[in-house]
């Protein structure tokens, strides 16, 4: 309690509790989190190992596997890195298409109208690869590369499908009063595309979905979930989906 009520005079402006536990810290997180639904858990991705301290990469991911509020959750802080700062700019938001990756969008349109923040909608494209590697038909001489020629076709179509969906959330959050919002689409695998535009893009914040529905041209966000927490260097809103 001393060390939370240290951290609490170095905070102002908000109104804080503390309360301390003996037992599993992954045990009380989640309970103290269920006793409020819409409160939301902030928790880092890394803490110093120690006597008196945990290993909170650990620790968060098991509170992210198993709470049902969202997690807002910041990167490790390393000897030699630059101080971190509050300076927020811009909101990515990755989509699949899917209403349960969408559920993200009011907490996004919320956050960028109070805090005055730019929105980048963003698609990860399904490529002829894709589809190739889905049904095991590869490019060779004959039928099979006629059907990798379909797979061209299809990767075309699901492009011109994710142009026209993506331009429809971007157009809506538009009429929600957010002025500032973009989209980018680009093909790749979903964890990969959204952990390289995040690197790209200054002052970000990721917010999605801890899960999606599979298939061509959608992810299943639950690992890319846990792979953008562990690899985009920026804070990640996670949000749980019913």
Same mark, same amino acid.
């Given at each position: 309690?001393?060390?939370?009520?240290?951290?609490?005079?170095?905070?102002?402006g908000v109104e804080i509790t503390c309360d301390a536990h003996e037992g599993d810290a992954v045990t009380h997180f989640?309970?103290?989190?269920?006793?409020? !639904?819409?409160?939301?858990? %902030?928790?880092?991705?890394?803490?110093?190992?120690? #006597? *008196?301290?945990?290993?909170?990469?650990?620790? =968060?991911?098991?509170?992210?596997?198993?709470?049902?509020?969202?997690?807002?959750?910041?990167?490790?802080?390393?000897?030699?890195?630059?101080?971190?700062?509050?300076?927020?700019?811009?909101?990515?938001?990755?989509?699949?298409?899917?209403? *349960?990756?969408?559920?993200?969008?009011?907490?996004?349109?919320?956050?960028?109208?109070?805090? @005055?923040?730019?929105?980048?909608?963003?698609?990860?494209?399904? =490529?002829?690869?894709?589809?190739?590697?889905?049904?095991?038909?590869?490019? #060779?001489?004959?039928?099979?590369?006629?059907?990798?020629?379909?797979?061209? =076709?299809?990767?075309?179509? %699901?492009?011109?499908?994710?142009?026209?969906?993506?331009?429809?959330?971007? @157009?809506?959050?538009?009429?929600?009063?957010?002025?500032?919002?973009?989209?980018? #689409?680009?093909?790749?695998?979903?964890?990969?595309? #959204?952990?390289?535009? %995040?690197?790209?893009?200054?002052?970000?914040?990721?917010?999605? =979905? *801890?899960?999606?529905?599979?298939? !061509?041209?959608?992810?299943?966000?639950?690992?890319?979930?846990?792979?953008?927490?562990?690899?985009?260097?920026? !804070?990640?809103?996670?949000?749980?989906?019913?």
């Amino acid at each position: 309690m001393d060390y939370l009520n240290g951290v609490k005079r170095n905070i102002s402006g908000v109104e804080i509790t503390c309360d301390a536990h003996e037992g599993d810290a992954v045990t009380h997180f989640i309970e103290e989190a269920d006793k409020s !639904p819409e409160s939301l858990v %902030a928790m880092s991705s890394h803490g110093r190992s120690g #006597i *008196t301290r945990l290993l909170m990469g650990s620790i =968060t991911d098991k509170v992210l596997h198993h709470t049902k509020n969202a997690m807002l959750i910041f990167r490790e802080h390393r000897d030699g890195d630059p101080e971190p700062d509050t300076k927020l700019e811009t909101i990515i938001v990755p989509l699949d298409g899917s209403p *349960t990756a969408e559920q993200v969008l009011p907490h996004v349109a919320a956050l960028a109208l109070a805090l @005055n923040l730019k929105v980048t909608l963003l698609r990860a494209a399904a =490529t002829a690869e894709h589809f190739s590697g889905v049904t095991g038909v590869h490019q #060779i001489n004959g039928i099979s590369g006629l059907h990798f020629q379909n797979f061209e =076709t299809m990767t075309q179509a %699901a492009g011109n499908q994710a142009s026209e969906y993506i331009t429809e959330q971007e @157009n809506s959050l538009r009429r929600q009063g957010i002025a500032s919002v973009d989209h980018k #689409i680009i093909p790749g695998s979903a964890a990969n595309v #959204i952990v390289d535009v %995040a690197l790209e893009t200054p002052d970000n914040l990721v917010a999605m =979905t *801890t899960h999606g529905h599979s298939g !061509p041209g959608r992810w299943t966000l639950g690992s890319v979930t846990d792979r953008v927490v562990r690899h985009s260097g920026d !804070p990640v809103l996670v949000i749980r989906t019913s």
